[in-house]
């Protein structure tokens, strides 16, 4: 008996965290890189726009998404759209960066994408497509983690470096992202 409370014990005290075991993203004030990710809603739809050359001076949102659940997507995307209505585009950006973790091929996932942002009405939340979770010159640049555990990595960026993260964003957390971005915002105006 004496044994097996002292095992119960010693794996409680020294077991991994999840949140170490599921670190993703880069560390807080780092200078976000610039990449080029296809937009398939928002402002530069249809282009290769680099959001950290273009918008990086000002603050907003980057959602790295390694998951094929668009409808544990929709409530987030939705959300960020609202928010970017109420605030505008100059006090708040939002990117969706779909990392394709699927692997379909640039014409399937465009296509399929396209069809997701319509659906959800996106105007001013980037929908994003990048090549795959392990992508150098995206993913890779970001430090994403591509463990299919990680469902999301979630960057709010101000003056182009990273101000907080989140892994496994939900739909019940973006109360508490909101809430944090504008006490970041609010220390950091433009």
Not at 23 to 51: K, Q, W, Y
Not at 61 to 85: F, G, T, Y
Not at 161 to 178: C, E, F, T, Y
Request: with cysteine; hydrophobic share 40%.
């Amino acid at each position: 008996m004496k044994f097996w409370l002292t095992l119960f014990l010693f794996i409680l005290v020294y077991r991994p965290s999840t949140a170490q075991v599921l670190n993703s993203g880069l560390p807080i004030g780092t200078e976000c890189p610039a990449f080029d990710p296809h937009h398939v809603s928002g402002p530069d739809r249809n282009s290769r726009a680099c959001p950290m050359c273009k918008y990086g001076s000002r603050q907003g949102v980057m959602i790295w998404v390694n998951h094929s659940d668009w409808d544990a997507l929709e409530p987030i995307a939705r959300r960020l759209e609202s928010e970017i209505k109420t605030r505008g585009l100059r006090q708040f950006r939002a990117f969706i960066i779909y990392m394709n973790p699927a692997g379909l091929p640039l014409a399937q996932l465009l296509e399929e994408s396209r069809k997701k942002a319509d659906a959800w009405k996106l105007e001013k939340t980037a929908l994003v497509c990048v090549p795959s979770p392990t992508d150098p010159e995206s993913a890779g640049l970001f430090q994403i983690n591509p463990d299919p555990r990680v469902k999301n990595t979630v960057m709010v960026y101000s003056r182009r470096k990273v101000a907080h993260k989140v892994i496994n964003l939900n739909a019940g957390g973006l109360d508490d992202l909101v809430r944090t971005c504008d006490e970041i915002f609010l220390r950091n105006p433009l």
